[in-house]
């Protein structure tokens, strides 16, 4: 019954800046985890900034350049992306986990980065 949606995502120049939001709908009963995480072309999948217990943790690749927030009033987190790099194109998910680490995750957004 949980459904995320994530949006932002789109083109952008290295070093320039993007913010990227999902929003839940359904119940988020339960809900204790929210993040991102993100795939870039050949490699495996990535955590990238999780939300737990009102504590960021962030990948260490994009620490000091990423942000996430949440607003639990609209069930919705956002990631501010700032600096980007070619490295940092990947498509990026968002991900709500329960009290029994069951996740839920949203299509995914596309995030190309070019110098």
């Known amino acids: 019954q949980l459904q995320l949606m994530e949006s932002g995502g789109g083109s952008v120049l290295a070093g320039e800046s993007l913010t990227l939001s999902c929003t839940a709908s359904?119940?988020?009963?339960?809900?204790?985890?929210m993040g991102w995480f993100r795939q870039s072309p050949g490699k495996t999948r990535e955590m990238v900034a999780m939300?737990?217990?009102?504590?960021?943790r962030y990948a260490n690749s994009v620490k000091g350049r990423f942000t996430i927030t949440r607003n639990m009033e609209t069930m919705t987190i956002n990631l501010q992306m700032n600096h980007l790099k070619p490295a940092d194109t990947a498509v990026y998910s968002c991900?709500?986990?329960?009290?029994?680490?069951?996740?839920?995750w949203g299509p995914g957004t596309p995030v190309p980065v070019s110098s």
């Open positions: 939300l737990g217990n009102g504590v960021a």
């Open positions: 991900t709500f986990s329960n009290w029994n680490a069951e996740a839920t």
């Open positions: 359904g119940s988020a009963f339960g809900i204790n985890n």
